[in-house]
């Protein structure tokens, strides 16, 4: 079992950075690749961007390339995401899961675990 946090979340102004982050607890030695996933309010959940667990591969939504980045620190157990040149649209939960096929997905359904979920406000 693992257990994945999330923190970071915030207000941000259109135009400005947010880092959330993802610390994972438990059985942390499996090797999952790590995705993250927002929900706005009435809108199915959406892929972000997710990253493979020796942090090699990363594979992103083409509405956050080039603005977003993800990242890990496995000596940490944590998994980042800095968003840059933030938009309105992208208010939404942020979550992260774990995928234990360490697939690098945009697929939910390959996702094992799941965190709660912070609040991302981007204000026009």
């Known amino acids: 079992q693992v257990q994945l946090v999330e923190s970071g979340g915030g207000l941000v102004q259109a135009g400005g950075s947010l880092r959330v982050s993802c610390a994972a607890s438990?059985?942390?030695?499996?090797?999952?690749?790590v995705g993250w996933f927002r929900q706005a309010p009435g809108k199915e959940r959406e892929f972000v961007a997710a990253?493979?667990?020796?942090?090699?591969?990363?594979y992103y939504s083409p509405s956050v390339k080039g603005r977003f980045t993800i990242s890990k620190n496995t000596a940490k157990n944590t998994v980042y995401l800095q968003m840059n040149n933030l938009k309105p649209e992208d208010t939404a939960v942020y979550y992260c899961?774990?995928?234990?096929?360490?697939?690098?997905?945009?697929?939910?359904?390959?996702?094992?675990?799941w965190g709660q979920g912070t609040q991302v406000t981007v204000s026009s």
């Open positions: 899961a774990a995928d234990r096929t360490d697939s690098v997905t945009y697929s939910l359904l390959t996702y094992d675990y």
């Open positions: 990253i493979s667990w020796s942090g090699g591969s990363t």
């Open positions: 438990g059985r942390t030695f499996m090797r999952y690749a």
